[in-house]
């Protein structure tokens, strides 16, 4: 039976989780797998649209699988692969670089961004870096994508992709993928600057929370972080302006589970002398666990290699069927 919605999403293996990728998208991930058939992806190809050591881009592979079932997804619950594993994205990439046009990839606006000002020099790939986006979404006829949302134009695109290739061929092929975009911190923004986001090449390690940070170091971001010298305000409306003020109390709200109102119900009027120790004790209490399961699991090359090859199995099963039909629809078999 056709499941009423698949979901897909991917993370590059490039760096360590930090509290952004957690709050904005892999606490997302874990909750949708008991809901939905979901699909989760290392896009290992994406990563290597810049350059990448081998040996580094490798464990990075092992370290972000080994951070995912940290922080709870359940390879009995989704399955969980690197994309390299599976040759249909690849494949279908190519046939999908077929449907979209060069005008559509010249409006995306994060190839701009990381092709700077040598956009001569960067490679194909990063240009064409959507469409294989797409490719690993349609591969699998996915219908609800989860991500932050800087990657929206992305699933525009993507979802223009799958309807231009319907429309050509005359088929009803992919279903027209969702974002879904949520979750009260899904823009978790820098400790240093509270108008950049959160970011693992931000060059200053205290702007971010790793998922590697032990309690004393959290605690330390926290005492240290970036605020002006008012006390909270107690209405949502006083947080305009003032950034830092809104990403802490929006990290507090995401972390316990409650509105960034609830929040100031609570702690409007205090100074951040008070709210930052608070603030620090709720996000020890969210990472610590995370934390010790990574550390477990990151060395044990075996069990990690062997939930990425059982992942990658399924996924096959599902893309190959599909890569079959879109050959027939383009002709390239009965
Ligand atoms: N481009 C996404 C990012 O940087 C990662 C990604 C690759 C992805 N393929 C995907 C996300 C497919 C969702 C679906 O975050």
Not at 35 to 40: N, Y
Not at 45 to 73: C, F, K, N, W, Y
């Amino acid at each position: 039976m056709k499941p009423a919605t698949r979901v897909f999403s991917g993370i590059q293996p490039t760096g360590n989780l930090h509290l952004g990728n957690y709050l904005g998208a892999i606490r997302n991930w874990v909750a949708m797998q008991d809901a939905h058939e979901s699909i989760f992806c290392v896009v290992d190809l994406h990563a290597i649209t810049v350059a990448q050591d081998p040996a580094v881009l490798r464990r990075g592979i092992r370290e972000m699988t080994a951070a995912l079932l940290a922080s709870g997804l359940d390879p009995a619950r989704c399955i969980l692969f690197p994309q390299s594993a599976v040759r249909v994205h690849a494949e279908l990439a190519w046939v999908l670089m077929c449907t979209a046009r060069v005008g559509w990839l010249n409006r995306m606006t994060q190839f701009k961004d990381k092709a700077g000002k040598d956009r001569e020099g960067a490679s194909v790939g990063l240009y064409t870096y959507p469409v294989l986006q797409a490719a690993d979404i349609l591969a699998y006829k996915a219908t609800h994508v989860p991500v932050g949302d800087d990657q929206k134009q992305h699933l525009e695109l993507a979802r223009d992709i799958a309807a231009k290739f319907n429309n050509d061929h005359g088929v009803e092929l992919f279903p027209l993928p969702e974002p879904v975009i949520e979750g009260p911190a899904t823009r978790v923004m820098s400790l240093r600057d509270g108008t950049a986001k959160m970011s693992k090449s931000d060059p200053s390690d205290a702007s971010r929370i790793n998922l590697t940070d032990d309690a004393d170091s959290i605690a330390q971001k926290i005492r240290r972080a970036k605020t002006d010298p008012e006390p909270l305000p107690s209405e949502i409306a006083g947080l305009a302006g003032r950034p830092e003020a809104a990403n802490l109390v929006g990290l507090m709200a995401a972390l316990t589970g409650r509105s960034a109102a609830q929040v100031l119900g609570d702690y409007g009027g205090q100074g951040f002398g008070q709210f930052k120790p608070a603030l620090a004790e709720a996000m020890v209490a969210a990472i610590a666990p995370i934390t010790a399961r990574f550390n477990e699991l990151r060395h044990d090359d075996v069990a990690l290699d062997a939930v990425l090859a059982a992942g990658a199995e399924r996924a096959r099963a599902i893309a190959e069927p599909v890569l079959a039909e879109v050959h027939r629809a383009v002709g390239f078999r009965d």
